[in-house]
């Protein structure tokens, strides 16, 4: 059984289409990866990136989009119009494989072109829906548009307020590669996404199989706290987050600085100081925080990471529009607490009091009161049994025979 997995690029930390890689590999599956670009070296032949044009296709089409973007409604986020793209379906890993899935494939990476030569090649060729694109007229998330649901157009992210715009003629794209292949199946991380793919109107009668991401085994409880980024004191509880993308519309920031705040306000004996790693945190939103920062910039290595969580005694994510958040997965592997909103797959990963907290939808007061419980109750993080990595495979191999 040969597999190759298709994704816009491929690095070594917090990358689940890496982690289902290896985790194929581990299990006898012949799996290789074809990104635009890799962080991997150049002899890992398993794992490869296209050439110096489609990156050059990937820059202009990047630019493209933000043209075509610069007046959006930023509030509902992203919009994908794919322009430009390379066609692999000709390339060495794609000739050889039995089953091609499909991951995150924008960014000037491939089309719908593209795409319709993948599905030409009459081989089984697998989406994973890691947000909601593929059944859309091209937002990320929907929020409380149904759209999908029907026809989209007249797009609320979109400025031009008629109903033949990107969004109407994208999705007439999609529903004529949907409709005249039979060749392609569907997979969700999330049960919650899987609700919305199976309501979704591109993928009427479509097979859509629910498969959670797997979890990198870089990630595990250490022996002992360690010092890397924060001095071990046990008088001390410290509290993190990521920061990417934090100005994201679907990363609701402003409600977990909110949370901090309200911390900051409360009489309690408990020292708080925060733990942050990522990026594009600013010098302005670490003075709005009410304890003591200490900010980890970017981290490149799972092996960091890991060192991060487990440095932390909760993790918040504040998430409001999300499928299957890989850092709840990372923590609670960690045996790391997780407080975050009851809202898309979240609740999927969290049990309630018992390996976090979940708070109500978009409540700041609500996240504080998760912060204080998991810490006050000493909740411990715990990785349910559906996201082990025998559950996860034995999925993928129910599905590989079901399409045979």
Not at 202 to 211: A, E, F, H, M
Request: a positive charge; charged letters at 25%.
């Amino acid at each position: 059984m040969k597999i190759v997995h298709l994704q816009y690029g491929s690095s070594s930390s917090g990358n689940y289409t890496i982690t289902l890689h290896d985790l194929m590999k581990r299990n006898g599956i012949d799996s290789s990866v074809l990104s635009l670009f890799s962080t991997f070296t150049p002899d890992d032949f398993a794992i490869q990136k296209l050439g110096k044009f489609p990156n050059l296709k990937s820059s202009l089409d990047h630019k493209i989009q933000a043209k075509l973007n610069r007046e959006n409604n930023k509030e509902f986020g992203n919009f994908s119009y794919p322009i430009l793209g390379t066609d692999v379906s000709s390339h060495q890993l794609i000739s050889t494989a039995d089953i091609i899935y499909v991951h995150w494939v924008l960014g000037g990476y491939l089309n719908i072109n593209s795409l319709i030569k993948l599905a030409q090649l009459g081989k089984p060729l697998i989406f994973v829906l890691h947000d909601m694109w593929t059944f859309t007229g091209g937002c990320h998330y929907s929020f409380e548009c149904e759209k999908f649901k029907g026809t989209c157009g007249n797009c609320q992210v979109l400025p031009e307020n008629k109903e033949k715009d990107r969004s109407k003629k994208l999705f007439l794209k999609k529903q004529k590669l949907f409709q005249k292949y039979n060749n392609l199946y569907f997979v969700a991380p999330s049960r919650w996404m899987e609700q919305n793919a199976k309501s979704a109107s591109l993928l009427k009668n479509k097979n859509i199989w629910q498969i959670f991401n797997s979890v990198s085994s870089n990630f595990k409880q250490l022996p002992k706290r360690p010092d890397k980024f924060i001095k071990p004191d046990k008088t001390r509880k410290i509290i993190g987050f990521g920061a990417n993308y934090i100005n994201s519309p679907y990363k609701g920031f402003q409600y977990l600085l909110k949370a901090l705040q309200i911390l900051g306000e409360l009489n309690i004996s408990i020292d708080f100081e925060i733990l942050v790693f990522g990026s594009n945190l600013s010098e302005e939103i670490i003075k709005e925080i009410p304890f003591k920062v200490h900010y980890t910039g970017y981290l490149t290595s799972e092996k960091e990471i890991c060192a991060a969580y487990n440095s932390m005694d909760v993790f918040v994510v504040s998430s409001i529009a999300d499928n299957l958040p890989t850092t709840i997965l990372e923590s609670l592997r960690c045996e790391v607490p997780v407080v975050g909103f009851e809202t898309g797959g979240i609740p999927e990963m969290i049990e309630h009091k018992r390996n976090g907290y979940l708070a109500k939808f978009k409540s700041s007061e609500d996240l504080a009161d998760g912060i204080i419980f998991c810490l006050k109750n000493e909740v411990r993080g715990k990785l349910k049994p559906e996201f082990e990595d025998e559950q996860v495979i034995a999925k993928h191999f129910r599905l590989f025979e079901a399409i045979k």
